[in-house]
């Protein structure tokens, strides 16, 4: 979840960057989830386009995202070549427990006794 | 037409009155939000209860006049245009087939003019991913719907071009049932990615979680036209090619459409199909997460 407070003396421009480098760093936005158009954040957050425009440009340079051209924005992986093979690995797990409406402790449960075996 | 058939038109005319009526009663609007609430187990903050009950009665207005123009337009066509020996149930299943599609294209016209903003001086809250139509809608809707309309226009090709047109009452009953409900998928695949391409602004978590429940409930609205559609093309066609025919594969496939059906309605109440986007979008929900928007912020 991304929250722009208008009163804080921090600009939003900033606030909404470093709730990205947070949610990337902590997992939060795993690696490959899709980002909201530039537009649709603008409008749901009541920022400019530029101002998200601008903020996708720094975290794509500095590596938290990636631009697939027209499909969109890419959380990218992060870490090392093994840590990142593993986040892609994840994502396609996370991804098709979610189409299988199984639930999250469940899921848990058996990659840790995948990783136990 | 004949008795029993306008007895149907009447009922869905007056019962869609009726609805337009209630959505204007205050009374009606918090009882079906709160029931709403109970039915998705989300609870609802008591500020956000007026809100979301006008968006639900402007959702379920448009609906209502829309299956009221649409059953008295196909209604007042049929009567005219359709001889009078022609199936009654056929008719019939028309005029409910087009209650359908009205219920969808007012709930489109609703869904797609709604509006929300938030106080410019307010926090703001956003989901940090994307999100698409099927993060809204369950697959046994989603993919049934599609399923049922690509199987009701295979049905009028094969009828078209290996069978001798039976009974030209019931071809045209099939061509109708596969036509409108091709229409009403177009209609709901183009709908309903505008609906889930608009904003949401909002201004805490409860209002996000409540903006999501009013998209999946137009969603669910929208889809259940060609979902209805399809269906009553492939039971009508097979019933009655077996009918005409004599033929026993047509009969065992319309009890296997049957059945199916069955299996699809038990299955859409053990998983709880309507609170699909709550399991989706917000696995990891607490009641803590939806305070009001200072808490959010802070």
């Known amino acids: 979840m991304l929250t722009i407070d208008p009163k ?10 470093l ?3 947070e949610q990337v760093r902590s997992g939060e936005l795993a690696a490959g ?70 639930s999250t402790d469940d899921a848990l449960a058996w990659v840790a006794a995948a990783l136990r075996a | 037409m004949d008795g029993g058939t306008w007895f149907i038109s009447i009922l869905l005319f007056v019962t869609s009155l009726a609805l337009i009526a209630l959505s204007f009663v205050p009374y009606y609007a918090r009882y079906s939000v709160l029931r709403y609430a109970q ?13 979301m009950g006008r968006r639900l009665m402007a959702r379920m207005r448009a609906g209502a006049i829309g299956a009221a123009v649409f059953v008295a ?11 009078p020996d022609i199936r009654s149930n056929l008719v019939g299943l028309l005029v409910i087939g087009a209650a359908f599609v009205g219920i969808g294209v007012g709930t489109a016209v609703a869904a797609l003019a709604a509006s929300s ?19 809204y809608l ?43 409900g091709v229409l009403s998928l177009v209609l709901f695949e183009v709908a309903s990615r505008r609906i889930v391409d608009q904003s ?27 979902l209805a559609l399809g269906v009553y093309s492939l039971l009508f066609g097979f019933v009655s090619v077996a009918d005409a025919n004599g033929d026993v594969v047509f009969g065992l496939l319309g009890g296997i459409v049957f059945v199916t059906l069955l299996a699809a309605a038990i299955v859409s109440r053990v998983t709880r199909t309507q609170s699909y986007f709550v399991r989706r979008l917000w696995p990891d929900l607490r009641w803590s997460d939806t305070a009001d928007a200072t808490t959010d912020a802070a």
Not at chain 1, 8 to 17: A, D, I, M, T, W
Not at chain 1, 58 to 86: H, K, M, W, Y
């Open chain 2, 200 to 226: 949401q602004p909002a201004g805490s978590t409860a209002e996000l979680v409540w903006d999501d429940a009013i998209r999946a409930s137009a969603l669910r609205d929208l889809v259940t036209a060609p």
């Open chain 1, 19 to 21: 709730q990205f480098v």
């Open chain 1, 8 to 17: 804080s003396p921090v600009p939003p421009f900033e606030q909404l960057r």
């Open chain 2, 39 to 51: 039915r998705l187990e989300l609870r609802l903050p008591s500020h956000l209860e007026g809100v």
């Open chain 2, 73 to 83: 337009a196909s209604s007042a066509s049929l009567a005219w245009l359709v001889e």
């Open chain 2, 138 to 180: 369950a697959p046994v809707e989603l993919v049934g719907a599609r399923v049922v309309v690509a199987g009701a226009v295979l049905l009028l090709v094969w009828v078209t071009v290996f069978t001798s047109r039976y009974a030209s009452v019931d071809y045209v009953g099939i061509t109708m049932f596969s036509i409108f």
């Open chain 1, 33 to 102: 989830a899709k980002l909201p158009t530039v537009r649709r954040l603008a409008d749901d957050l009541g920022l400019a386009p530029n101002t998200v425009a601008r903020c996708y440009r720094e975290l794509e340079r500095d590596g938290f995202i990636e631009t697939r051209g027209r499909n969109g924005s890419f959380v990218s992986a992060q870490g090392d070549p093994a840590a990142q093979q593993a986040q892609v690995a994840a994502r396609a797990y996370a991804d098709r427990i979610k189409q299988l409406g199984l």
């Open chain 2, 117 to 135: 903003s938030v106080a410019p001086d307010q926090p703001r809250v956003a989901r940090a991913g994307a999100v698409a139509v099927k993060d």
